[in-house]
């Protein structure tokens, strides 16, 4: 394997787990495949953490984030966990983007979780890909849909506004609209 700028690889686990910053290349396919761990109240399944990727950045204009780019097949089962953590300072805003895993071969999913993909991050126990909790900033995480089976792809997390808030911003729009068009038909 081989990484750019200061990723490091922590072993000793039973897949070597990325732990720092920058991009994982990885060539020839990439499988995770751990027996897993003692089932706990909050990890009820036993999974372990195969990846801890952090977002960076306290602005739209100097965001990144860690990834995986895979050349080749990548595989995951269910005892497979994936966890997303922000830097210390980091501010979560509506737009943000991230492609956190991709890959050019076959996508396997073997009882792997992704969890609903639209979700704030509070209630992430019972999948095995964990983002951190935005429920307080009135906004949610947006998650690209992974198909098992198909070639080539990515995972990618994008922060939106909560779309009750949308709504609200919506009607408030209208209400503007209509109340102009009353005054200029008066």
């Given at each position: 394997m081989r990484s750019n700028t200061s990723t490091r690889f922590k072993c000793g686990c039973p897949v070597a787990a990325i732990v720092g910053r920058g991009t994982?290349?990885?060539g020839n396919g990439l499988t995770f495949n751990p027996v897993g761990g003692t089932p706990t109240v909050d990890n009820p399944t036993g999974a372990v953490t195969i990846a801890s990727l952090f977002i960076h950045g306290t602005s739209l204009a100097n965001q990144t984030g860690d990834r995986i780019h895979i050349t080749?097949?990548?595989s995951l089962n269910s005892k497979s966990n994936?966890?997303?953590?922000f830097d210390d300072g980091f501010i979560a805003t509506a737009g943000q983007s991230w492609t956190l895993i991709d890959w050019t071969g076959v996508l396997t999913l073997i009882g792997?979780?992704?969890g609903l993909?639209?979700?704030d991050g509070s209630g992430d126990a019972g999948s095995n890909f964990d983002l951190p909790d935005i429920?307080?900033?009135g906004l949610y995480w947006e998650i690209s849909a992974l198909q098992d089976g198909t070639t080539g792809g990515a995972l990618v997390a994008s922060i939106a506004p909560e779309p009750s808030r949308m709504l609200l911003l919506a009607a408030g729009a209208?209400?503007?609209m209509f109340r102009r068009r009353r005054r200029t038909a008066a």
């Open positions: 994982l290349n990885v080749g097949d990548l994936i966890v997303v953590t792997w979780n992704l993909l639209q979700r429920a307080s900033s209208a209400a503007v």
